[in-house]
């Protein structure tokens, strides 16, 4: 489209306004256009169309079924099937989408005392009631399943290897936006800057230059910045930016390829990636940041990391930074878990955001719940009422346990 027509279009009324191009904001946009044929115009912003900064680009692309609250394993499961049917679901007319490359080498997370051992029962508790099959270890089981690991400190692990594993976070997002323009939804690079309200109801957003654009909904999509949306109108929404730095590097004596991701009592992470491993530490302490600051925390590798790393296995004592970056989760700072649906402050105004780490994995079930509450005034085909942005209000917590 030039430039010309697409600044005519714009001064058109849209149906729905996704603001936030991202991989949640493209998947609203595909359910809701692909899947559930909506009629009205869906126009989506994105302030930064090579997505260089966005935190789908700088995920470490997980997706695990090793959640502690149900929702979340329903979300990570129809995530799941989406991905390994990514190429005939998300055909468009020049044919298969990417294959996202699932590698499902699995997850193990380990515990160091009894009660982080109590954790992880508790969490396969959860886990097998909704059809996980998660194993439990004890400390000689995990160190003849791992032998590259030191297991003397441990008391439990909980491991599982099928459907779970990482994916291709790009292929994801080209896929779910390829498929959403060909039924009809617009991708316009626009940034955001204000929503205008009248009566308690949404009724525009207005862009940097001070266009407005009529709308009936808005979903707020923003990841990070998702605040400052609700912010516009008055409102509350406990999301903030959360740095995270992951390091690449190269072991002298590296566990197998198919080693799973794994996570120490430490709250450090390392997985394989191509011929080395990537990996981070948990920040402490772990301030909001501002929303462009992306610089990398290169204390966390040498003290931190490493060291955990090293303790962890003989084959991590040796160690090769070949490089790193930050990104950023939309840390919901009161329970770590998303926030779907209306905000109960403002009429026509809909969350998705808050995921603490986890919203790449859940992206396509929140798209499609999203999509399905703006066609049928609720849910589906999955009960995202856990989720529901209207806890902010009731200050009903729905904490999601196992972040990492």
Same mark, same amino acid.
């Not at 109108?233 to 991701?261: E, H, Q």
């Not at 026509?348 to 859940?362: D, E, R, T, V, Y």
């Given at each position: ?23 949640? &904001?493209?998947?609203?946009?595909? #359910? ?43 979300? $990570? ?24 490359? @699932?590698?499902?080498?699995?997850? =193990? ?46 008391? @439990?692990?909980?491991? @599982?290897?099928?459907?779970?594993? #990482? ?31 009248? $009566? ?36 509350? =929404? ?35 990636? &191509? $011929? ?29 990391? !490493? ?17 790193? !970056? ?29 995921? $603490? ?48």
């Amino acid at each position: 489209m030039s430039g010309g027509a697409a600044a005519r279009g714009a001064a058109a009324a849209a149906d729905v306004v996704v603001i936030g191009g991202g991989v949640i &904001g493209a998947a609203v946009a595909c #359910w809701l256009k692909a899947f559930e044929g909506f009629a009205g115009r869906v126009l989506v912003l994105e302030r930064d169309p090579t997505h260089a900064r966005a935190s789908t680009a700088l995920s470490a692309s997980g997706i695990r079924l090793q959640f502690t609250t149900p929702v979340n394993i329903a979300l $990570s499961r129809f995530g799941l099937e989406v991905i390994r049917d990514f190429p005939e679901l998300m055909a468009t007319s020049c044919g298969p989408a990417p294959d996202l490359a @699932l590698k499902e080498n699995g997850y =193990l997370f380990l515990a160091g005392s009894e009660t982080a051992a109590a954790g992880l029962r508790a969490a396969a508790e959860v886990q097998r009631a909704e059809g996980v099959p998660t194993e439990l270890l004890a400390p000689d089981e995990i160190a003849a399943r791992f032998p590259w690991l030191r297991t003397a400190d441990l008391t @439990l692990g909980s491991f @599982l290897r099928e459907g779970q594993g #990482w994916f291709d976070n790009m292929g994801l997002l080209r896929g779910l936006r390829e498929k959403a323009r060909e039924a009809g939804a617009e991708f316009r690079h626009a940034e955001a800057a204000a929503l205008r309200i009248k $009566s308690g109801r949404v009724t525009a957003v207005t862009l940097a230059g001070g266009e407005a654009i009529p709308c009936g909904l808005v979903v707020d999509a923003a990841g990070p910045r998702a605040a400052e949306v609700c912010g516009w109108a008055g409102l509350p =929404l406990p999301v903030r930016p959360r740095k995270r730095t992951v390091f690449a590097f190269d072991a002298a004596d590296p566990p197998p390829p198919d080693a799973p991701l794994t996570i120490d009592p430490t709250g450090c992470w390392c997985r394989p990636e &191509g $011929s080395g491993f990537i990996g981070a530490a948990p920040p402490d302490p772990d301030p909001d940041v501002a929303p462009d600051d992306f610089e990398p925390r290169h204390e966390e590798w040498e003290g931190a990391l !490493w060291p955990a790393l090293a303790a962890r296995s003989p084959g991590f004592e040796a160690l090769k930074l070949r490089g790193f !970056w930050a990104g950023h989760y939309e840390w919901n700072t009161d329970d770590q878990n998303g926030l779907v649906g209306p905000h109960p402050g403002c009429e026509g105004l809909l969350i998705a955001a808050g995921f $603490s780490g986890h919203g790449l994995q859940h992206a396509v079930g929140v798209g499609r719940g999203i999509a399905e509450w703006i066609m049928h005034g609720g849910w589906r085909s999955l009960d995202l009422s856990p989720l529901a942005a209207s806890r902010i209000e009731r200050g009903a917590a729905a904490p999601e346990a196992a972040v990492i």
